[in-house]
């Protein structure tokens, strides 16, 4: 199975800051990687798919990028209602794998 | 608007079963693969199981290969995941979720809430 490692696994942002999370696949996925945002007692909701594609209604302060191996999501600024657990997944072939998880909260 | 409600969660013993459903309303059911996710306590995300819209080729995680089906009914717009043999390591919050088409090879746009199995003696 293709392993997915997620960097960090918590950090702690004031409003306003710029977070960076890193994604990275034990081999190459292409471009067919996926974030969500999980929220405690809350469905998981898709953020982008096929590493840079904002899903519809998420906003723009979410971004991603990468190929291959390494990606990243960005919040250019984050916010108070960004405060949740954030996956990558990868959908290049089975077994679909999920990184371990990215605490976000606020300083 | 899409829903899926998931139900059947329970505390079960080591060595039992258990089955899942998961209600979905709000798009053409059989038109879309379904997927089966979990969450252990303090754990991340693990894939379990996806079905096409037509119900045929499932596939499953080897952690769960021989032990969990997953099953749809289009009639009823319900996804089902039968549960064998269950261990301790099989409890977790259950997330059913839809993927964007008709491919198990996918991310999921939509979640429900989750169901709890607890398999515990």
């Known amino acids: 199975d293709i392993q997915m490692t997620q960097s960090p696994s918590t950090l702690s942002a004031s409003v306003g800051d710029r977070v960076t999370i890193t994604c990275r696949a034990t081999?190459?996925?292409?471009?067919?990687l996926a974030w969500y945002q999980h929220k405690p007692g809350k469905a998981p909701k898709v953020l982008i798919y096929?590493?840079?594609t904002l899903e519809s209604g998420v906003p723009s302060r979410f971004s991603g990028s990468g190929s291959g191996t390494e990606f990243t999501l960005t919040i250019s600024s984050l916010q108070p209602d960004d405060v949740a657990t954030y996956y990558c997944?990868?959908?290049?072939?089975?077994?679909?794998?999920f990184g371990g998880g990215t605490r976000v909260d606020i300083k | 608007e899409v829903q899926l409600l998931e139900s059947g969660g329970d505390l079960v013993q080591p060595g039992g079963s258990l089955r899942l459903s998961c209600a979905a309303s709000?798009?053409?059911?059989?038109?879309?693969?379904m997927a089966w996710i979990r969450q252990a306590p303090g754990k991340g995300l693990q894939w379990v199981s996806c079905?096409?819209?037509?119900?045929?080729?499932?596939h499953y995680s080897d952690s769960v290969k021989g032990r969990f089906t997953i099953s749809r009914d289009n009639s009823k717009n319900t996804l089902y995941l039968e549960m064998n043999a269950l261990s301790v390591e099989d409890t977790a919050v259950y997330y059913c979720?839809?993927?964007?088409?008709?491919?198990?090879?996918?991310?999921?746009?939509?979640w429900g809430q989750g169901t709890l199995v607890t398999v515990s003696s």
């Open positions: 979720a839809k993927g964007p088409y008709n491919s198990c090879v996918n991310y999921y746009d939509f």
């Open positions: 709000g798009f053409t059911f059989g038109e879309y693969s």
């Open positions: 079905i096409f819209g037509s119900g045929f080729d499932p």
């Open positions: 081999e190459s996925i292409s471009r067919w």
């Open positions: 096929q590493t840079s």
């Open positions: 997944q990868q959908y290049n072939k089975f077994s679909l794998t």
